[in-house]
Structures are given as structure tokens and as C-alpha cells.
């Protein structure tokens, strides 16, 4: 069973893909990153002993990044979610969908959510 981490291009993203190393190597197995950016991702800084696996979002431009992640959750033998998140204010939550919602929601694994530090996006 692998743990799977969805990492957009934002700092949120960057403490997922950390905390998801982390959550592979205390589960003693693989790390698939589901890269959701649009830039390649830079993987370099995650320790050498856990097997990473990076699947780009495919499909067109404007899929849905949260069926990617719940697709590639079906494709894979997937043990746990690694999300990052952020604060939002209340006027956010009500109006704004959220991919990380939708996948605490709608993730048939446990999830890990991990939060930003206060100050750390700015």
C-alpha cells in the first residue's frame, strides 16, 4: 500500500509533499505525488530512502484537480490521502469550493491534512 500526496503549486502544496514523505517512511512504503501544478516538480529534497513515484494531472488542461487525485486513489493501491491546507475565513468556506475539501469529503483512504503555519504563505 503506498501513500499518496496531492501537491498544487503553492506553499501548502510544499508542506503536503514533506509531510507525505514523512507519512511513507513511518508506513514503510512508497510515496505517489500527484503533481497538480504546472511546472515540473522538484523532488530532490525528499530523503533518498523513499520510493517516489510523480504522476503529472493528464487529460485536459481543465480537468478537475480533484478527480485526478481521486482517480489516480482508484488506480493505486493507495493506504492514505496527504493533503495541505490552508486558513480560510468563514465568507471563503461558504463561497469558494475547495479542492481539499472535496477530497476530505469524497477520499475513500483516511486523509492527513496537513495546515500552513501561521505566517508560512506570506
Known amino acids: 500500500m503506498s501513500v499518496l500526496v496531492a501537491v498544487p503549486d503553492r ?7 514533506a509531510a507525505g514523505a514523512a507519512e511513507a517512511q513511518l508506513l514503510e512504503t512508497d510515496l505517489i505525488v ?18 517516489v513515484k510523480v504522476i503529472e494531472r493528464v487529460g485536459r488542461s481543465d480537468r478537475d484537480p480533484t ?13 492514505r490521502l496527504v493533503i495541505g491546507i490552508k486558513r480560510r475565513t468563514p465568507v471563503g468556506k ?17 486523509v ?10 506570506s
Open 11 to 17: 506553499p501548502e502544496g510544499i508542506a503536503a509533499l
Open 94 to 110: 461558504a463561497i469558494l469550493g475547495s479542492i481539499s475539501q472535496r477530497l476530505l469529503l469524497e477520499s475513500p483512504v483516511p
Open 112 to 121: 492527513v491534512a496537513v495546515k500552513m503555519r501561521e505566517g508560512a504563505d
Open 67 to 79: 478527480e485526478a487525485v481521486l482517480d489516480e486513489i482508484r488506480d493505486h493501491d493507495v493506504a
Open 34 to 51: 500527484v503533481n497538480l501544478g504546472l511546472k515540473p516538480l522538484d523532488t530532490s529534497s525528499l530523503p533518498t530512502e523513499v520510493q
